[in-house]
């Protein structure tokens, strides 16, 4: 049981770094204008959130506008 | 304010602030640890590890508490409002000393055998039953986890991409985490210390956190029952809310009318403006804010609004609500029907007193 527990935690945080790099890269620009040319160090400092909330920012991402000019 | 963000919004008084936090949080370990190795020697002598476990969770017990009770303090008395100003590093700091505290925690107690640390906090002690055996690290385990979120998600970016009721709903868990450390230390205390006077500051703590809210709580209470009496001329939309010297120059004032929203009244320039008394932040109470640089004042975070349109000022680009106001003689009437946020209102101008 404890083990289970300890593997859902580890493996949610897992697909939270993963989606976190992508994320703080491009998506933020796309679902926040205010975070555009913002410094990396801003960035860093919200990943633990990103970990954390992953599931709610994937979704603002989907739902976003395309850039002008995206394919 | 949202033009783009930074990593830290840091000014002379957040320096300040951070300043003092730092040396406080050094300041109290080294006390605890130096009080800790002079009180107990010899066959009673407390280990370095166990020394700093104490000290860390003590002090991030102590930081959670005045993090609690500056939001009832400065809704009871204006003096308190620094302290709110930069609460959310208050609030950080609190997480990364009860981080360490859990940290050298498990390692100490949990990290030597072949078993992961985790795993081994999560199953050494599986008395749920018990009050006096019971697993009260899972209580500070699962309170770490809440100020933890709390922590990671104290940047404006949360703020603005969650929205404001639920950024402010997910952070009001921060009494459920209160209440699991309340536990923490109850049970923790009743385990390895039974000193009296341990628990009765435990004790003393929750009576004050609780105390505050519930007299800040009345107060608020007592001053929308006043409001709610508050109704509309049977001629038009204007309600008395109160006499100009009532407003302090540069300063605001909150009035509530009919049970709805409040609204803030400022006075400044021989004028009275009128605007939501939601900061459009994080919802704080701009009518106990004050006037600076021409602008209505945040009393939490700073943040702007010109008093005439509710806009902030460029480049910023946040607007709150306004209502028309006009003074009668002495008497300030505002139509209580919330304009567009950002909608201009020609301020009232007081007429001379000529009486004195």
């Known amino acids: ?30 679902i926040d204008p205010a975070a555009r040319g ?34 | 304010m949202s033009v783009g963000y930074v990593t830290v919004q840091w000014n002379r008084h957040k320096r300040v602030y951070d300043s003092l936090v730092g040396g406080g949080v050094a300041l109290y370990l080294a006390l605890f640890i130096i009080a800790g190795k002079t009180l107990y020697t010899g066959a009673h002598a407390i280990s370095d590890e166990i020394l700093a476990i104490r000290a860390l969770g ?24 620094p302290l709110l100003y930069n609460r959310r590093h208050l609030g950080v700091a609190t997480f990364l000393v009860a981080l360490a505290h859990a940290t050298i925690a498990i390692g100490f107690y949990h990290g030597f055998g072949n078993v992961n640390p985790f795993i081994s906090l999560l199953t050494s002690n599986v008395n749920l039953g018990s009050l006096s055996a019971f697993p009260f690290q899972l209580l500070g385990l699962a309170a770490l986890l809440i100020l933890f979120l709390m922590a990671a998600t104290s940047h404006d970016f949360w703020l603005k991409n969650l929205g404001a009721p639920a950024w402010k709903r997910l952070h009001m868990v921060v009494y459920l985490a209160y209440a699991l450390l309340v536990l923490h230390v109850a049970l923790g205390i009743l385990q390895t210390q039974r000193s009296p006077w341990l628990a009765g500051l435990v004790g003393a703590g929750v009576v004050i956190v609780a105390g505050l809210h519930v007299v800040a709580g009345l107060r608020e209470r007592g001053h929308d029952r006043r409001g709610a009496q508050r109704t509309a001329r049977v001629n038009g939309p204007w309600v008395d809310v109160g006499c100009v010297d009532d407003v302090p120059d540069r300063r605001g004032m909150t009035a509530t009318v009919g049970g709805g929203e409040r609204i803030a009244l400022f006075r400044y320039d021989g004028c009275i403006s009128a605007t939501t008394n939601v900061c459009a932040h994080q919802g704080g109470p701009l009518g106990e804010g004050r006037i600076i640089d021409g602008c209505v004042t945040c009393p939490w975070h700073g943040w702007q609004y010109r008093p005439g349109d509710g806009q902030s000022p460029p480049p910023f680009t946040e607007r709150i609500a306004t209502h028309r106001v006009r003074v009668v003689g002495r008497r300030i009437q505002v139509d209580p029907t919330p304009l567009a946020p950002g909608t201009a209102v020609t301020p009232a101008r007081i007429e001379e007193d000529h009486h004195g």
Do not use: K, N, Q
């Not at chain 1, 049981?1 to 796309?30: H, K, N, Q, S």
């Not at chain 1, 960035?43 to 000019?69: C, F, H, N, T, Y």
């Not at chain 2, 002090?59 to 409002?81: N, S």
């Open chain 1, 38 to 71: 913002s410094p990396w160090t801003f960035r860093l400092l919200i990943l633990p959130g990103v970990i954390a909330l992953w599931p709610v920012l994937a979704r603002r991402w989907r739902r976003a506008p395309r850039p002008e000019g995206a394919p």
């Open chain 1, 1 to 30: 049981m404890a083990e289970a527990i300890l593997l859902i935690i580890l493996g949610y945080a897992a697909v939270g770094a993963g989606f976190g790099v992508p994320f703080l890269l491009r998506g933020i620009d796309r």
């Open chain 2, 58 to 81: 003590t002090c991030a017990y102590l930081m959670l508490h005045v993090v609690l009770c500056t939001g009832p303090l400065a809704r009871l008395d204006r003096r308190f409002l």
